[in-house]
């Protein structure tokens, strides 16, 4: 892949790197609920000692329920075994209990071709308090934004390749990334 040739003093790319620039600070001084309502997702397979991480999901109270949002490739990935969470401080992972809710496979019978992969967890087990405090309502949703085409977006979550577990601890780093 070739990279293009965008010249940098020409007035109209100078303009609209001024302006997206303003869009992202305009984004970065938005207080980040969501942000922290982001949870990474491991399981355990049987025959290894540590949680793996397969993806990361947001936590959400709805009434007095909780439930975790994320790809349903990322619960493929947990298949039958118990669905595990923390908060990435190095606190004990906590095993959840639910209900999972997906959007249907695609042609090849999995989610990789499903064009919405979207999964939903209803939290069954209770939960620690530090979840609870980090999970986001639905009067933190922005749904304002989808009639703007210009729109910013910030996409958090934990990348697998940087999670360290030990024993029942995880330790892993939030990533923030404009869209």
Do not use: W
């Not at 303003?22 to 942000?35: F, G, S």
């Not at 947990?78 to 695609?106: A, K, W």
């Not at 064009?115 to 609870?132: G, N, R, T, W, Y």
């Amino acid at each position: 892949m070739v990279k293009p040739d965008i010249d940098l003093d020409n007035p109209i790319v100078k303009k609209a790197i001024t302006y997206f620039q303003n869009k992202m600070i305009t984004a970065l001084n938005v207080p980040q609920r969501v942000e922290s309502a982001v949870v990474p997702i491991y399981h355990k397979p049987k025959l290894k000692r540590k949680p793996i991480q397969v993806g990361s999901g947001v936590l959400v109270k709805i009434k007095s329920e909780y439930f975790i949002f994320s790809a349903s490739h990322v619960f493929d990935e947990i298949g039958s075994y118990q669905l595990l969470t923390g908060d990435g401080t190095g606190s004990e992972v906590q095993s959840l209990c639910g209900d999972r809710f997906s959007s249907g496979r695609g042609n090849s019978g999995t989610h990789r071709d499903d064009p919405i992969d979207a999964s939903v967890f209803h939290i069954q087990s209770p939960i620690s308090e530090a979840l609870k405090k980090a999970a986001i309502t639905l009067n933190d949703f922005d749904f304002s934004s989808l009639k703007e085409s210009k729109s910013v977006f910030i996409a958090a979550g934990f990348r697998v390749k940087k999670s360290n577990t030990a024993g029942n601890t995880v330790r892993s780093r939030r990533d923030v990334r404009f869209v």
